[in-house]
């Protein structure tokens, strides 16, 4: 935990950003390494019937780190996306799920 999601990016932009994208989210978040999960999903958007183009979406599930700490992790995460895919001012969605520790299980044993 975290658990990061990307949609409507590249496959191999996400393996690209990935390494750079934790080294500065860890500092913020407080939590080891080997707690992240990235994940990238393919998906295709509609709209109006029609398949349309999408700008990226990253969903990332946590334990509430404040308002001020999901300021800048999503600024980081803007920030890396825009970096790989090397669009300065690329519209970048970056929506946050708040997990109560109490509702997660890591091998049978809740946070």
Sequence with gaps: MPHLRFRAIEFDLVKSLSTELVDDLLPLMGCPRED?????????????????????????????????????VAAAITEAVRAAIEIPEQDVAVIFTVLPPSGYYDNGNHY
Excluded: C, N
């Design 36 to 72: 992240f999960t990235l994940e990238h999903i393919s998906t295709t958007f509609i709209f109006d019937g029609e398949v349309s183009d999408a700008y990226p979406f990253v969903e990332v599930l946590w334990f509430d780190r404040g308002q001020d700490i999901q300021d800048r």
